[in-house]
């Protein structure tokens, strides 16, 4: 019988799971106030246009996706589930790191300091937790194989 490494769990570094909870916690504010109070998250916004609101209701569901999913892959603490979710959100804030900024002004003080914000809390630790992830899943041990060295299977 092969092991299922879908079930594997994994020694996941305590700093790799604080800052999971840490996207959790912003993922669950974005979420919030995107589908009810967008002026919390966003500033100045009207939901007097329809196309407002579709386009909140769009960045809702998405977080609400990337949340359900990092708290699947938190609960589970396998590396491999853990290392997709730490993709998604490094892409996710990649792409957020050059649009924040571009509509502030990448020249004006505000723009370069969001833009540092966004590279030194979000990117650069979440790229260190993708990479210890990797080198994690392919260095554990399956699931059951304690028992399969012992002679046991």
């Given at each position: 019988?092969?092991?299922?490494?879908?079930?594997?769990?994994?020694?996941?570094?305590?700093?790799?799971?604080?800052?999971?909870?840490?996207?959790?916690?912003?993922?669950?504010?974005?979420?919030?106030?995107?589908?009810?109070?967008?002026?919390?998250?966003?500033?100045?916004?009207?939901?007097?246009?329809?196309?407002?609101?579709?386009?909140?209701?769009?960045?809702?569901?998405?977080?609400?996706?990337?949340?359900?999913?990092?708290?699947?892959?938190?609960?589970?603490?396998?590396?491999?589930?853990?290392?997709?979710?730490?993709?998604?959100h490094l892409l996710r804030e990649l792409q957020d790191m050059f649009i924040v900024p571009h509509?502030?002004?990448?020249?004006?003080?505000?723009?370069?300091?969001?833009?540092?914000?966004?590279?030194?809390?979000?990117?650069?630790?979440?790229?260190?937790?993708?990479?210890?992830?990797?080198?994690?899943?392919?260095?554990?041990?399956?699931?059951?194989?304690?028992?399969?060295?012992?002679?046991?299977?």
């Amino acid at each position: 019988m092969t092991p299922n490494a879908n079930c594997r769990r994994d020694p996941i570094p305590k700093w790799i799971n604080a800052l999971s909870l840490l996207i959790v916690a912003i993922l669950a504010f974005q979420s919030f106030s995107a589908y009810f109070a967008p002026s919390l998250a966003f500033g100045d916004f009207s939901l007097e246009r329809i196309a407002n609101q579709q386009a909140m209701s769009t960045l809702a569901g998405r977080n609400v996706v990337m949340l359900v999913l990092t708290l699947m892959a938190l609960k589970s603490q396998n590396a491999v589930f853990l290392a997709y979710t730490f993709l998604m959100h490094l892409l996710r804030e990649l792409q957020d790191m050059f649009i924040v900024p571009h509509y502030l002004g990448f020249t004006t003080p505000r723009g370069m300091a969001i833009f540092g914000v966004f590279l030194l809390v979000f990117v650069i630790p979440e790229l260190m937790a993708l990479l210890k992830l990797k080198k994690l899943a392919a260095t554990a041990r399956p699931v059951g194989a304690e028992f399969q060295s012992a002679g046991w299977w």
